[in-house]
C-alpha cells in the first residue's frame, strides 16, 4: 500500500494510515515503568511496612512484584491501597519570597587580589613588591566601593603589607644614610 507524497509514510507507532494518535502522558497506566518509578513504589512499600500497614510476607511480594513490573499502571496497583503513590515527578517546590534567599555574592575584585599576593611577596622579594601592593590596594579598594564588588579584606591587607614593606625600606635608607654620613664625619 502506498501513499500519495504529500501525506506521510505510516509509522509502527502509529495506528492506521499515518495518522498519530494523542500522546497518553506520564500518568498513562501503559507508560513503560523506569527504575526510577519501581524504586519510589518500592519506598511506598517500605514506607507502609514501617507504619504498620503490611506486614513482612505482604511486603516482600509486593516489592518482588514491583521490580518485575512492566508499565507505571502495575506499579499503581502495587501501591493503590497506600496513602501515597507513586508520583513521576516530584512535588512542586513553593515559591520563595526574595527576602528569605541568600543574598547573592559579588564577585572578588582582581586587583585586590593581586594587592594581597604582591603584599605577600614582598617578603620573599625583599620588598621590591610592596609599592605594587600599595597601588592595587589603593585601585582595588576605589573600584570596590564605586561597583560593589567583593574583595575588600583582601585589598586592606595586601595595602598594610605593601605599606609595611615600604616603611621598612624607608626606615633602612634614612638609617644608612644617617650611618654613612656619622662615619664620614
Known sequence: MSFPP???SWQPWQPGRGVPQPWQGQG??????????????????????????????ELDQRVTRAYQARTVGELGLLVADLPQGPAPYPAAVP??????????????????????????LTLMTAGLTGLPAVVLGHVARSEIR?????????????????????????L???????AAVASSS
Not at 497506566?29 to 510476607?57: C, I, K, M, N, T
Request: proline residues 8%; positive net charge.
Open 6 to 8: 504529500s501525506q506521510p
Open 28 to 57: 498513562s497506566p501503559s507508560l513503560l515503568a523506569s527504575h526510577a518509578d519501581r524504586e519510589r513504589a518500592v519506598d511506598v512499600l517500605r514506607a507502609g511496612f514501617s507504619e504498620g500497614r503490611l506486614d513482612q510476607g
Open 95 to 120: 515559591a520563595v519570597p526574595a527576602t528569605f534567599l541568600p543574598r547573592p555574592v559579588p564577585p572578588t575584585n582582581g586587583k585586590a587580589v593581586g594587592s594581597l599576593v604582591c603584599g605577600v
Open 146 to 170: 564605586r561597583r560593589g564588588e567583593g574583595g575588600d579584606g583582601l585589598a586592606l591587607a595586601g595595602l598594610v603589607l605593601g605599606w609595611l614593606s615600604v616603611v621598612g625600606w624607608a
Open 172 to 178: 633602612f635608607l634614612v638609617l644608612f644614610i644617617v
